[in-house]
C-alpha cells in the first residue's frame, strides 16, 4: 500500500510537470520563473528564437538577461529586478529593448508577476517577454506621419483640419480655431459636421463621403460667411 501511494505520488507528479513544460516550453512569448534570489528557475525554449541565446546560456549565467539589456533601459530594469524579490512584490509591466546576440536592438513587453506556494510561501516571480518590435516600427511610422501632417496643418494659413469617417476633429490648425473662436484643445474629437452651418453641412457631407469611399482627394468649393 504504501509503495503503491509513492508510486502513484510519483507518476501524477510526472504527468503535471509533463503538462506544465508542454504549456511553456511551446509558448510563443519568452517564460521566466526567478527565485526569490535572482536566481532563473525556468527559461522558455522560445528565448532562443527572440534572442539568439539558448535557454541553458540563461540558467547557466542569470546575469546574461541583465546584460543583453539596451544600456539607456539599464537604470529602470536593473531597478526593477532589485526591487520586485520581496514578497510583497506587485505585477510590473514594462517595454525595454535587449541587445540580441547578432547585435540587432529588439523592443520586449515584459510582464512580471510574484509567484507563491500553496502555504503562501513567496516563490519568486513569473516574467512574460514578447517581442513588440514591429509593433514599435509601425508606432514610430505613425508618430512621424501625424507629425509630418500636423505640420503641414500649421503651416496653413488657411483654415485646415483632419477629421475621421466619423467626422471626430483628430487636428486642425490655429487659423480654425479662431473662426470658431474656441482653443484647439476645446474642438479636437468634435464632429466637424455640427460646427459648420446647416445649409453647408449636406453638400459637404456628400463629398466627404465621396472622399472616405475613393480614397482619392476631392476639391470643391462652397462658402458661408467666409467659412
Request: with cysteine; glycine share 4%.
Amino acid at each position: 500500500r504504501f509503495f503503491r501511494d509513492v508510486f502513484e505520488n510519483q507518476k501524477a507528479l510526472k504527468e503535471s510537470e509533463l503538462k506544465y513544460h508542454t504549456v511553456a516550453d511551446f509558448t510563443y512569448d519568452w517564460e521566466l520563473w526567478i527565485d526569490p534570489k535572482g536566481n532563473l528557475l525556468y527559461c522558455s525554449p522560445s528565448c532562443e528564437t527572440i534572442t539568439g541565446y539558448h535557454a541553458d546560456e540563461f540558467i547557466n549565467r542569470p546575469a546574461l538577461l541583465q546584460e543583453i539589456v539596451h544600456s539607456d533601459d539599464q537604470d529602470a530594469f536593473t531597478r526593477h529586478l532589485n526591487e520586485d524579490r520581496t514578497p510583497d512584490a506587485k505585477s510590473f509591466h514594462s517595454d525595454f529593448r535587449i541587445i540580441i546576440r547578432s547585435g540587432e536592438v529588439r523592443w520586449i513587453s515584459h510582464y512580471c508577476v510574484p509567484v507563491t506556494g500553496e502555504d503562501g510561501i513567496f516563490l519568486g516571480r513569473r516574467a512574460s517577454n514578447r517581442d513588440i518590435t514591429e509593433r514599435k516600427k509601425a508606432e514610430g511610422k505613425l508618430a512621424y506621419s501625424e507629425n509630418i501632417m500636423r505640420m503641414l496643418i500649421n503651416a496653413s494659413s488657411d483654415t485646415a483640419a483632419l477629421f475621421d469617417d466619423q467626422y471626430r476633429i483628430i487636428m486642425l490648425n490655429s487659423v480654425t480655431a479662431n473662426r470658431y473662436k474656441k482653443p484647439v484643445e476645446e474642438l479636437i474629437g468634435k464632429n466637424v459636421l455640427e460646427l459648420l452651418p446647416p445649409e453647408v453641412v449636406s453638400r459637404r457631407k456628400v463629398m466627404c463621403d465621396q472622399a472616405f469611399h475613393t480614397g482619392n482627394p476631392i476639391r470643391f468649393e462652397d462658402e458661408h460667411k467666409g467659412i
